[in-house]
C-alpha cells in the first residue's frame, strides 16, 4: 500500500515538476497572441475565462480552444470553430508553438491566404479551414507538411492550381470541393487515401487512376474533367493514333496471354486440393487404428506456412505404464471423463508452432473443442510440472485461461485448455482487417483488462515465483464476449539458458547465488512482455526479437520528437485522444526500461491503465 501511494506521490510530482519549470516562452505566448488579434480584430468576446492574454498561460490558464500536452508544457490543439472570426490566418504566429497538430478554424468568416509559413507547422497533422472565405492558391509548401494526415479546405474561395502534395505519404483526407480551383488535378496516393473530395471547383483534363476508391460524386461540377470515374470519356490523345491498331493487337494478345495464366493456376489449385483431401483422410484413419495403445504425441506436421493448414499428429508407440490415467483433469464441467484416449482419437489440427511447443485444435466425439498445448524442450520433472499446474490452478481469475486438464511424462507435457473461437489479438490486430475493427476505446480496456489480470496473478502467485514467462499477442486469447483470456500462464520458464522472454540486457548469469531475484526478475520479464504488448497495440506494428526492435524504434522516434508518428494509423484516423495515447505510451516505455529493477510492478502499470481508461471514458462521457 505504502508503495503503491509512494509511486503517485513520484509520479505526479514529475508531471508538476515539468509543468513548473517549462511552459510555452514569452515569445510563442506574444506571436499566439497575435495571431488571436489577427484573426479577431477588435473582437475580443466577453468571456471571462477567453484568455488569449499576454499574462497568462495558453496550458495553465486553458485559453479558450487550446488544448496542451499532458506536461501541460506544449499548445498541441487549437480548435476556433463557429465562432464568427471575420479576420485572417497569420500563419507565420502560430506556427511559433512548435508543438502544434491540430488548427482548426472552420465555420468562421476568415479570409485573405493560407500563405507559405503554415509549413513552419511542422508538426500539423490536422488542418481545418473549411467553411471560410480564404482566397488565393493553396501554398505548395503544404507538401512539407509530412505528418499531415487531414486537410480540409472545402466551402472557400480557394483558386488556383491545387498543389502537389503526394509527398505527405500519411495523408488520408483531402477536401477541396466548393472552391474556385483550375487547372489538372495533381498526384495523390490514392491507396492511401479514405476521403477525397474536389467537386465543383474548374479542374479540367483527365482524372487519375484513383484504384477504385472513389466515385463520381469526389469530381461533379468540373465542367472539364472528363475519365473514369465521370461518364464522360476523354478524348484519345491525338498524336497517338498512328501505329494504334498494332497496340491494340498487343493489348489483345495480352489478355489471352492472362486468361491462359488463370486458368492453368485455377486447375493446379483443384489439383492440388484433391490430393491434399486425400492425405488428410489417410492420416486420420491411421491415428484411429493406433490409438489404442499407451501412446505419446510426437512429432508433428509436414507443412506449417502461416495460415490454418490442417495436419495430423503423428503416433509413435513409446514405453508402456503411462496410459490415460497420466491425463489429469482439473475441474471442469466442459470435459467431464475426458480420457486420453479421447484427445487421440479426435481429429487434430496444428494451430500454431512456436520455439516452446505447439499448439493443436481437437474436437472431441462431443462436439467440444479443445486446444492442446504441447510443450518441448521442458527440463522439468514429472512431480515438479504436476506441483506447478496445481498451485497455478489455485489461482483464478476471469480472464486468464483454466487448464482443463494436463498430461505428463518424461520426455514431454501437454497442457489443455477450452478452444476460444475468436483468435487471439494478435490476430485482431494484425489480421485482414489489419486493426480497423479495434478502436483505440476497445484496445485500452483490452490492456486495463490484462493488466490487471496479471497483476492479480502475479500477487497470487509471488511467493511461488510463477511468472507467465511468454507474454506476447498471440496468447492473449478472445472470449465468446470478446473479453481477452490470457493463456498459458506459467508454461514457460525462464532460466539462464533461456532469456527469450528478456529485454537483451537481463541477465541473471550474476544473480544465480540468490535465486529471489531470479523470481522477481521473472515478474519483471512479464512486465516487459507487456511493455511491448503496449507498444504493438499503440503502434499496430508486428513484433520481432522479443520487441526489442520495436523498443529501439519507438525510443528513436520519441528522442527524434515524431511522437505522433509512432501511432497506429488507424488510431490517429479515428481520432483517438493523442493525449492518452501518450500516457500509455509513456507507461510502455517504463515497462521495457532495459534494467529490471527500473520497471514498475505490474499492480502499478495496472493503476496507472485503469487511471487512463477513466479519465478516457469519462472525456467521452462529457462529449456527449
Ligand atoms: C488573461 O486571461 C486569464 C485566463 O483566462 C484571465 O484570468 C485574466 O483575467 C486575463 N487577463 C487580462 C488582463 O485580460
Ligand atoms: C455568430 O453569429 C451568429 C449570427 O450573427 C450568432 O447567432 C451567433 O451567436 C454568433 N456566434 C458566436 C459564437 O458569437
Ligand atoms: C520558420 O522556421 C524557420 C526554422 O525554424 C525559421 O528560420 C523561420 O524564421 C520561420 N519562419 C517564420 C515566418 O516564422
Ligand atoms: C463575412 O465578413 C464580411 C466582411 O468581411 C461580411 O460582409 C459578411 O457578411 C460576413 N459573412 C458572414 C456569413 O458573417
Ligand atoms: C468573402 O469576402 C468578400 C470580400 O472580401 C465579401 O464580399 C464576401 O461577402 C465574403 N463572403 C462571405 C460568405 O462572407
Ligand atoms: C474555368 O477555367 C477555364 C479555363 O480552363 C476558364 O476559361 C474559365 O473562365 C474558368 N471558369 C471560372 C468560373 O473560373
Ligand atoms: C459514392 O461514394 C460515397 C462515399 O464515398 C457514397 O456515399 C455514395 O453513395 C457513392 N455514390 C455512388 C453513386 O456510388
Ligand atoms: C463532394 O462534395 C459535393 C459538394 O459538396 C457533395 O455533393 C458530394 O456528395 C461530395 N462527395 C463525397 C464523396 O463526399
Redo the contacts with the bound molecule.
Keep these: 500500500m505504502m508503495d503503491r501511494v509512494y509511486f503517485w506521490v513520484v509520479f505526479m510530482a514529475f508531471f508538476l515538476l515539468l509543468s513548473v519549470t517549462s511552459a510555452e516562452t514569452v515569445q510563442v505566448r506574444e506571436a499566439l497572441v497575435q495571431f488571436m488579434e489577427k484573426l479577431a480584430p477588435g473582437n475580443n468576446p466577453g468571456d471571462e475565462n477567453w484568455g488569449w492574454n499576454i499574462s497568462s498561460d495558453p496550458c495553465i490558464d486553458a485559453w479558450k480552444g487550446i488544448s496542451c500536452d499532458i506536461s501541460m508544457q506544449f499548445v498541441k490543439k487549437i480548435v476556433l470553430d463557429q465562432l ?1 472570426f ?1 479576420g485572417v490566418l497569420d500563419a507565420a504566429s502560430v506556427c511559433s508553438a512548435k508543438n502544434l497538430a491540430v488548427l482548426s478554424l472552420s465555420n468562421n ?1 476568415v ?1 485573405g491566404m493560407l500563405t507559405y509559413d503554415i509549413s513552419n507547422c511542422t508538426r500539423l497533422t490536422h488542418l481545418y479551414l473549411h467553411g471560410n ?1 480564404f482566397s488565393g492558391n493553396l501554398p505548395g509548401s503544404l507538401s512539407r507538411l509530412s505528418n499531415l494526415k487531414r486537410l480540409v479546405v472545402s466551402d472557400n474561395r480557394f483558386s488556383g492550381g491545387i498543389p502537389d502534395i503526394s509527398r505527405v505519404s500519411g495523408l488520408l483526407t483531402f477536401l477541396a470541393q466548393n472552391n474556385q480551383f483550375d487547372g489538372v488535378i495533381p498526384k495523390f496516393e490514392f491507396s492511401n487515401l479514405e476521403e477525397f473530395n474536389v467537386s465543383n471547383n474548374n479542374l479540367s483534363g483527365s482524372i487519375p487512376d484513383v484504384e477504385g476508391r472513389f466515385n463520381a460524386s469526389s469530381f461533379l461540377g468540373n465542367p472539364g474533367l472528363c475519365g473514369k470515374p465521370l461518364p464522360n470519356t476523354c478524348p484519345p490523345p491525338v498524336a497517338e493514333k498512328k501505329g494504334s491498331s498494332s497496340k491494340m493487337y498487343l493489348i489483345y494478345l495480352g489478355y489471352v496471354l492472362i486468361g491462359l495464366i488463370l486458368v492453368s493456376l485455377i486447375a493446379l489449385k483443384v489439383i492440388r486440393k484433391n490430393k491434399r483431401k486425400e492425405k488428410k483422410e489417410i492420416a486420420k484413419k491411421g491415428l484411429q487404428t493406433d490409438a489404442t495403445k499407451d501412446k505419446i504425441i510426437s512429432s508433428t506436421s509436414s507443412e506449417s506456412k502461416r495460415g490454418g493448414n490442417i495436419s495430423e499428429y503423428s503416433i509413435t508407440s513409446v514405453e508402456s505404464g503411462m496410459g490415460s490415467s497420466s491425463l489429469v483433469v482439473l475441474s471442469s464441467p466442459v470435459v467431464n471423463g475426458l480420457k486420453f484416449e479421447d484427445l487421440l482419437r479426435s481429429p487434430a489440427e496444428l494451430i500454431g508452432r512456436g520455439r516452446h511447443g505447439s499448439l493443436y485444435k481437437v474436437t472431441l466425439n462431443s462436439g467440444v473443442t479443445l486446444a492442446v498445448k504441447r510443450i518441448r524442450d521442458w527440463d522439468i520433472s514429472r512431480d515438479d510440472f504436476k506441483k506447478r499446474v496445481h498451485i497455478i490452478d489455485q489461482v483464478k481469475h476471469p480472464n486468464v485461461m483454466p487448464i482443463i486438464a494436463y498430461y505428463c511424462s518424461s520426455q514431454e507435457q501437454l497442457v489443455v485448455y477450452e478452444f476460444q473461437q475468436n483468435g487471439s489479438l494478435f490476430r485482431l490486430l494484425h489480421g485482414s482487417e489489419n486493426g480497423h475493427l479495434f478502436d483505440w476505446g476497445s484496445r485500452l480496456s483490452v490492456t486495463a483488462r490484462i493488466a490487471e489480470a496479471l497483476a492479480f496473478m502475479h500477487e497470487g502467485l509471488q511467493g511461488d515465483g510463477i511468472a507467465h514467462g511468454n507474454l506476447k499477442s498471440s496468447n492473449i486469447l478472445l472470449n465468446n464476449g470478446m473479453e481477452p483470456c490470457i493463456s498459458e500462464y506459467g508454461l514457460s520458464v525462464v532460466n539462464n539458458q533461456d532469456s527469450s522472454f528478456l529485454a537483451p540486457n537481463d541477465s541473471f548469469q550474476e544473480n544465480t547465488s540468490s535465486p529471489v531475484n531470479n523470481m522477481s526478475n521473472a515478474f519483471k520479464a512479464d512486465v516487459y512482455g507487456l511493455g511491448i504488448l503496449l507498444l504493438e497495440l499503440l503502434t499496430g506494428k508486428l513484433v520481432q526479437n522479443n520487441g526489442f526492435d520495436l523498443g529501439l524504434w519507438v525510443n528513436s522516434a520519441i528522442r527524434e520528437e515524431w511522437t505522433v508518428e509512432v501511432f497506429d494509423k488507424t488510431l490517429i484516423a479515428e481520432g483517438a485522444s493523442e493525449e492518452r495515447m501518450v500516457n500509455l505510451l509513456q507507461i510502455a516505455l517504463k515497462c521495457i526500461n532495459s534494467s529490471p529493477e527500473e520497471r514498475p510492478s505490474m499492480r502499478e502499470v495496472s493503476v496507472i491503465i485503469n487511471s487512463i481508461k477513466e479519465y478516457e471514458e469519462k472525456s467521452l462521457s462529457s462529449e456527449a
Design positions: 464568427n471575420t468568416n479570409s472565405n
